[in-house]
């Protein structure tokens, strides 16, 4: 029987390190053709800098760790690093970032291309996905045996959401990774406490922390955790003792409140002392130095737009140095951000997140088959068949907190923004199927049918897992219609554009790409003009004839998500009911023929008017005001635009005839949309009245 298990165990051992190559493979293949995404330049430059200069005031709202082992592979290489600019500190990093990326090739007098340098970042990167995998089947096997240990792992291997993130130079994967093994290693201390085990789950949790401000969570939730356990002893030792029902068992049970009192203060000092380790693994990570390089700006003018209770959490934490400046910055920024902006979802663009963004997105974005395990698993454990309460509180319990935060804030741009809960929540499906497994031979094949599906709906998407889809929703070729950003459209695409127009040799076309800031199509010697985005139309000079030949590219992001806020706003709006001509790699729709897109004609002229605006120079201001009401007259912001610039010019009457066009045009917007648009509008007219009466007094 020894040599059985242990044959077993040799054979479970070897399936486990074949599924981390699997993993590795599918990763190496899956960004090797990708081009950058938004985050990763300034996320590279930033760990790079703070590994060679210790400058942890580049990106400060993110944590250093996975930047800089993302940075690693570039430490003997030969960089130029770009300047420092004084400007707000994310626009620093944003410019900095990609020309650290785009700057070190051969063009600029560098001898490494950007593909060079960021495919080196991923992999170093995506040792936090394998990483992630082996947790999660060594948590498996712990827990619940070493099928559903392996079953947990086969799962998370081909996961399309893991995947998508997991060799990208952001933070996701990491967090992802070091929330999982603190809460494993503090479920290891709880079972058998020990110093050694104590420590793992300290530094664990100090390598979270340094990884995502998200997972300053993790302390709610150890305590959620701690108080769980505490019950679950005192749930034990009561039915232990009413089962005996003699009189000693009685006085032996009115005992163990003292004990039990114990118990609270021992768990209370574990977790103070996790706390206490974990804050130093934080602060070696940004060299034990408190003070940043000042940035723009400060930590003090960042956190007066906090609530007070909060701005003076943050303050007492920067008057004793308590924690490293540059972290509770992000804190600042992070809590600042998650107020929100706006969201698309299932076709409906929001002015700001709504509550069931991920759960929605969780349904759209998870495998059926994952799916499926999952309420087989709830079912097990409501009906009494998964018999491990510890086990599955210390899945069930992280997993909510996480997505149950995730759902108050109004930041709703992408599922990798609870990719933590993808771990806990696989291992708890893998326990669930063992049981389901195990109970009949029908259920080890419904099982191994729900598991092949998995395999097969992901593998299916190889090696562009990004906009996948789950067959309910239509697969990845209809993700756009219900979700947007890096759900599904993240700018990982430039070298597939590029492959596509080389195919059909496309010599002339144009481009609408919100991603081209981070990352210009040019730098991948696209051919194309660029059409105005929101993210394009203030940082490139962009005069849209007023008809234009395709063929037109168009990311599905740019065209249906909330960039504009809303539809009535969107210069592409006349293509959104229209067939592309092709769609590449199911993010980018090519059109052709020819286009008239007066509002995208129009945008660089109502930016022109703004700069103009703010320069004070009102003759500018109204000569390109006057040019984008001629361009479309039929839209919302050139409209605005000229009503403004006339009451500027105190010409009330003239604003007033263009403010009630625009008011028109608001009633054909979306809900919120004209929530916002609505009350601006009247507050405008308003003015345009009171400077009117004032003109006619004597």
Known sequence: MKNIGKNIGRWVTAAALLLLVLMEVQLFFSVRWQSVTWDEGDHLYAGYMSLIQHDYSINPEHPPMAKMVAALPLLFLDLKTPPRRHIYFKNDAFMGGREFLFGNGPQNGGKYTADTLLFRARMAISIFALLLAALVFLAG?????????????????????????????????????????????????VKKPTILRLAIAGVTSGLALAAKHSAILLLPMLIALGLGELVLRWRSSARSSTTKRSSAAKRSFSTQRPSMRREGLRMAGAISAISVIAIVVLWAFYGFHYAMRPIMPTLAETSSQLPPF?????????????????????????????????????????????????????????????????????????????????????LLSPA??????????????????????????????????????????????????????????????????????????????????????????????????????????????????????????????????????????????????????????????????????TTARDPYRSLMDRK???????????????????????????????????????????????????????????????AQALLWSGLPNQAMEHLHRAFEISRTMEPSAQQEAIPFLLTLMKEARMQELQGRKP
């Open 400 to 565: 909510a907190v996480y997505l149950a935060v995730a759902m108050t804030t109004q930041l709703d741009i992408g599922i990798r923004h609870v990719l933590p809960i993808f771990a806990f929540l696989l291992v708890f499906a893998a326990a669930g199927a063992v049981k389901l497994a195990r109970s009949s031979r029908v259920g080890a094949i419904a099982v191994a049918v729900l598991l092949l599906w998995h395999i097969c709906s992901s593998v299916r998407c190889f090696p562009n897992y990004m906009p996948y889809a789950n067959e309910l929703w239509g697969g990845p070729s209809q993700l756009h219609r219900y979700l947007s950003d890096s759900s599904s459209d993240w700018g990982q695409q430039l070298k597939a554009v590029k492959a596509y127009l080389d195919a059909n040799h496309v010599k002339q076309c144009w481009f609408a790409y919100w991603v081209a800031p981070a990352a210009a199509p040019s730098y991948y010697g696209i051919p194309c003009h660029l059409l105005p985005t929101t993210s394009t139309v203030d940082k490139f000079d962009l005069d849209v004839p007023q008809s234009i030949e395709g063929p037109v590219l168009i990311s599905y992001s740019e065209l249906y998500g909330p960039g504009f806020l």
């Open 141 to 189: 096997s712990e827990m619940f045996g070493r099928g559903a240990g392996l079953l947990a792992m086969t799962l998370v291997v081909f996961e399309p959401t893991i995947l998508t993130n997991g060799a990208y130079v952001t933070t996701d994967a990491a967090v992802s990774c070091m929330l999982f093994a603190a809460v494993y290693a503090f479920y290891r201390y």
């Open 310 to 394: 909060e701005a003076g959490g943050i303050h007492f934490f920067a008057r004793f140095h308590l924690l490293p400046e540059s972290y509770l910055f992000g804190l600042v920024d992070v809590r600042t951000v998650s107020k929100g902006g706006p969201a698309f979802l299932l076709g409906k663009i929001y002015s700001h997140g709504v509550w069931f963004y991920f759960p929605i997105a969780l349904a759209i974005k998870c495998t059926l088959g994952e799916a499926i395990l999952l309420a087989i698993a709830v079912w097990m454990a409501a009906s009494g068949k998964i018999r491990q309460p510890r086990e599955v509180f210390f």
């Open 580 to 642: 592309p001509d092709a769609v590449i790699t199911n993010g980018v729709a090519v059109y052709n023929g020819t286009f008239h897109f007066p509002l995208a004609s129009a945008l660089e002229y109502i930016y022109r008017a703004k700069r103009a605006f703010r320069s004070r120079n009102l003759q500018a201001t109204l000569a390109n005001a006057t040019e984008a009401v001629n361009l479309a007259p039929d839209d919302f912001d050139p409209q605005l635009d000229m």
